[in-house]
């Protein structure tokens, strides 16, 4: 992955947490702008956000952390659910000493980011979601139900069909294929932790969370594959709207760095 011309350099470091460490990725200078951060889906890690987080970097803090039990974040002894990683990152964001900030969140980041808005509402000034996960109690129920957690034998044996399905069908606009090969490694890392994760999501309300937020939000809708669902989140805010980006999907922060940032930073400034 090559980074712009004049984009920010990217450091990694760790702060304590609820759990033992966090690790976080951090770019940018101090200054007047509010403080960016940056949450991943889950499985997954701030790994995701190298690029985009070298581009916002350019003009204000961007921090990119792993949810507790992800990337090289100290797992919990339990499932803390989206709460849970809430607040972690909300310990996080005061041991950083980051005042108030916006918050850009990708499928579950975006859950995490609702309830962060929920807990500390005086911290978060502005949120951007990549899709809304936003399911009806009978979707749920389906879900739930066909949800499963497979274990090391059996992720490698599936292997050779779900890699080519990941980097051909889902993660379609990443342009390095190197790199779209560790993201997706770094989905298949602690299945039973990680998966933790991604069942808070699908079980969190976030069409009842997000009709209680005063502060503005921008959800991005591309061709993913909460598509379908993410247009739901329109009836619930009462202070943003839902983006349409039909021609884009998995892969467009580093395909379309400078372009995402365009918008997030046109929103977050205005």
């Not at 916002?56 to 989206?82: C, E, K, L, Q, Y």
Request: with cysteine.
């Amino acid at each position: 992955m090559t980074l712009a011309v004049g984009a920010s350099r990217v450091r990694r470091a760790y702060a304590p947490g609820p759990h033992g460490q966090i690790h976080y990725r951090r770019s940018g200078p101090d200054g007047t702008r509010s403080p960016l951060l940056l949450l991943h889906p889950c499985p997954g890690s701030g790994y995701l956000y190298d690029a985009f987080l070298a581009e916002m970097g350019r003009d204000r803090t961007v921090i990119a952390p792993d949810f507790p039990g992800f990337g090289m974040s100290d797992a919990p002894p339990g499932a803390p659910g989206i709460a849970g990683y809430a607040a972690a990152m909300l310990e996080l964001e005061t041991a950083l000493g980051l005042g108030v900030f916006d918050i850009m969140g990708y499928h579950a980041g975006g859950v995490v980011a609702v309830d962060m808005a929920r807990q500390l509402p005086k911290a978060v000034r502005k949120i951007v979601m990549i899709a809304a996960p936003v399911f009806t109690d009978q979707e749920r129920a389906e879900f739930n139900a066909r949800f499963s957690v497979h274990g090391p034998d059996e992720r490698a044996k599936a292997m050779e069909k779900s890699w080519p399905i990941f980097k051909t069908h889902f993660w379609k606009m990443e342009t390095d294929p190197v790199r779209t090969w560790n993201l997706y490694l770094d989905g298949q890392k602690n299945p039973e932790v990680s998966s933790w994760g991604l069942r808070a999501a699908l079980n969190y309300d976030l069409a009842e969370n997000l009709a209680k937020l005063a502060q503005p939000v921008l959800v991005l809708n591309p061709k993913d594959d909460l598509h379908a669902y993410t247009p739901r989140a329109t009836a619930a805010l009462k202070n943003g709207r839902v983006l349409d980006l039909p021609e884009w999907t998995h892969g467009m922060l580093d395909a379309k760095t400078a372009e995402v940032a365009d918008i997030v930073r046109t929103f977050l400034d205005k």
